[in-house]
């Protein structure tokens, strides 16, 4: 249940004054997910700094890879010579449960500057569930213009489960 680090670089030498991170939340719909990783990719490509990608997406439909492994496997050609580490969860399914993640397995304290990255659409709804997570911990926005046609619909139906989604979520993942 407990992602994985990968930090094969993490021994070279770095500017440790700066380090951010980019929580990347995972998306079933396969062109809202590459939309999301190609807003992150934009950014980090243009910052010159260490960066962790926290990675959180699992698998909805049996048979399929995890989102969270999908998403490295677009970032990693990017990467270069660049300091990126990738800490993958590839449990969490919904996004409550990216969060619960996040805030269980990092140390935010590491971290001079943090990045969400979700679709437009949807940043009210995660938003609401960083307040409630996160408690006091603030996070830059990288947000993906792509949506579906109903994406808007939908999102004013589960904005109003907040509650009950991270109610739900924590008791599942019995680690908040």
Request: overall charge negative; proline content about 2%.
């Amino acid at each position: 249940m407990n992602p994985s680090l990968s930090n094969r670089d993490r021994d070279r030498d770095t500017d440790t004054d700066m380090q951010i991170l980019i929580l990347l939340l995972g998306c079933h719909i396969q062109r809202l997910l590459n939309g999301r990783v190609e807003t992150a990719i934009e950014f980090a490509t243009n910052t010159n700094t260490t960066i962790d990608w926290f990675l959180s997406g699992g698998v909805k439909e049996p048979g399929k890879i995890n989102e969270a492994e999908y998403m490295m496997n677009l970032i990693e050609p990017h990467r270069k010579d660049r300091d990126w580490n990738f800490i993958v969860d590839s449990v969490a399914t919904n996004t409550a449960e990216n969060l619960i993640m996040a805030n269980h397995t990092l140390h935010f304290e590491s971290y001079t500057d943090m990045y969400m990255v979700t679709s437009e659409f949807h940043y009210n709804r995660a938003n609401a569930m960083v307040d409630k997570i996160f408690e006091g911990k603030r996070f830059n926005w990288l947000l993906s213009p792509l949506e579906e046609s109903d994406s808007r619909y939908w999102e004013k139906i589960h904005i109003k489960n907040v509650d009950s989604d991270v109610t739900k979520s924590s008791s599942k993942m019995r680690i908040m």
